[in-house]
């Protein structure tokens, strides 16, 4: 059963009626089902049993502590790219051992805390990056594990704006000159080689480019053989699709399959760091119609949450679908439905076929779970919204809406402007 659905016409996230919720805690808010989340790592794991093998959860796609805490539950590890991804990871309860590190732009201190903190692998993007990562071990008398990033050159075909693993692409280095960055690490008595690492891009909805980018990894690696080092971890990051609309992703049993047939007489730990296949439909976007609104040109429904809350239809014109909470039947009617923000674009969807809806309804944006909340910011100075979880009949105010003091913490005016 899905744990988003309508029963008596009414949406409810497993056992509670949304707009119960909306009732207690107002609109917008983020909702996300528990049950969701568990079903979908204990599938994307089981695919991958048979294999040695080890999830860690891309932070970034959504990173509140009540949703790491429940992967770390499961037993979980994390991808991170940031010390402040750490911190909430370690809040979190995950294990260091099980964290990964990945990113262009790891800073110093961010490298002290990581190894602090003993975490499993860095996957370094740079030479640059690897020489700090040497001296700072060295400093702290510490050896650092790590993999080097691989830009495969594969293409994705995924929006351009995801797509990581081409040449031309910020992420990763080039074959040759990660054989560089493992011939210097090879030498470091603070660097110590575990893996080698890549990641292609997010929204993958075929297997192709994933099994293309594993076998030059793998060429790879009987390249450094050559070279006397021995690698433990093939990360293989992350970005398996997820349906927002027609798309027809590959499920995680396929996907583990062909991965699985490709790695097949290599002794290696498979490092897999799922976000959006995790938590993107494990959670809506709840908001409130404000006002309907008709123009000669167009039709729009104007809500209650805007591009500051959900951003994805903002920046990559992304798809998302729009539910009605209540499920009555109505007149259909064709809408742009947009936020209270002075942006054009700020919408949700245009063009799109909905019921008539009045002020005062509400309607669930689909698909929020990833990359949702995390990419939200104060514009307009709107309060972020808050993160509800439902488990079971029972839901739980995860994060609290932002009130105005909070908008302002931490400003000051200098005292030139004082009086
Ligand atoms: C290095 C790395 N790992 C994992 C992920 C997670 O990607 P996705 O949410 O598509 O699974 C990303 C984001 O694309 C990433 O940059
Ligand atoms: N933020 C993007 C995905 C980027 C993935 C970052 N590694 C999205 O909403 O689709």
Redesign the pocket.
Known sequence: MHHFHYQDGELYAEDVPVRQIARKIGTPFYLYSTATLKRHYQVFDEAFSGLPHLICY?V??NSNLAVLRLFAKEGSGA?IVSGGELYRALKAGLSPKKIVF?GVGKTPREMREALKAGILMFNVESLGELKTLAQVAKKMGKVAPVAVRINPDVDPKTHPY?S?GLKKNKFGLDLETALEAYLFAKEHPHLEIVGVDC?IG??LTEISPFVEALKRIKAFVNRLKEYDIQIKYIDL????GIVYGEESPPPPREYAQALKQELSGLDVTLIL?????LVGNAGILVTKVLYFKETPAKKFLIVDAAMNDLLRPAFYQAYHEIIPVLSKERPKITVDVVGPICETGDFFARDRELPMLRPGELLAIMSAG?YGFVMSSNYNSRPRPPEVMVNGKDFYVVRKRENYARLIAGEKIPPFLEK
């Not at 760091?273 to 296949?277: K, L, W």
């Open positions: 891309s970034k796609a991808d990945s995801i990581t990641h997010s929204q990051g992350g970005g398996l760091e799922p976000g959006r296949v990833a």
